[in-house]
């Protein structure tokens, strides 16, 4: 049902550097910078696995709330990987890799903050 989305970031580069690197064992990378002259010279670029589909923008703008984006991992031990390298990255714990039955029985995620404090989750759906 979604086809993208986007966050505002307060440091396009330090959320760049973070994201380039929690949601690399997933797979994904920044695949493509809008050109300046189309964005009114904010920095925007788009992360996905073959075409952007998450995508930062770089604002003034401080958001009232936290947003919650959670990325599809392709099994467990991506979910893994990806919590590791969130950590790794400057990302705070928000939750460690594991179960979460109450969603449903196989439910397996991890949850991390990025540097603008959004809750940043990777999933799986799969039984083990």
Do not use: C, K
């Given at each position: 049902m979604i086809d993208h989305l986007g966050?505002?970031?307060?440091?396009?580069?330090a959320s760049k550097a973070f994201y380039d690197q929690a949601i690399a064992p997933l797979g994904a990378?920044?695949?493509?910078?809008?050109?300046?002259?189309?964005?009114?010279?904010a920095k925007v670029g788009g992360y996905g696995?073959?075409?952007?589909?998450?995508?930062l923008q770089a604002s003034d703008d401080k958001p009232r709330t936290?947003?919650?984006?959670?990325?599809?991992?392709?099994?467990?031990?991506?979910?893994?990987?990806?919590?590791?390298?969130?950590?790794a990255a400057g990302g705070k714990d928000n939750g460690g890799p594991g179960l979460?039955?109450?969603?449903?029985?196989?439910?397996?995620?991890?949850?991390?903050?990025?540097?603008d404090g959004n809750n940043v989750e990777a999933v799986c759906h799969a039984p083990e």
């Open positions: 966050i505002n970031v307060a440091d396009f580069d990378s920044l695949i493509y910078m809008v050109p300046l002259e189309y964005t009114g010279g696995r073959d075409r952007p589909v998450f995508w936290h947003q919650h984006v959670a990325f599809t991992a392709r099994s467990r031990a991506e979910v893994d990987a990806f919590h590791a390298a969130a950590l979460r039955p109450h969603y449903h029985a196989d439910y397996y995620g991890a949850f991390v903050l990025d540097p």
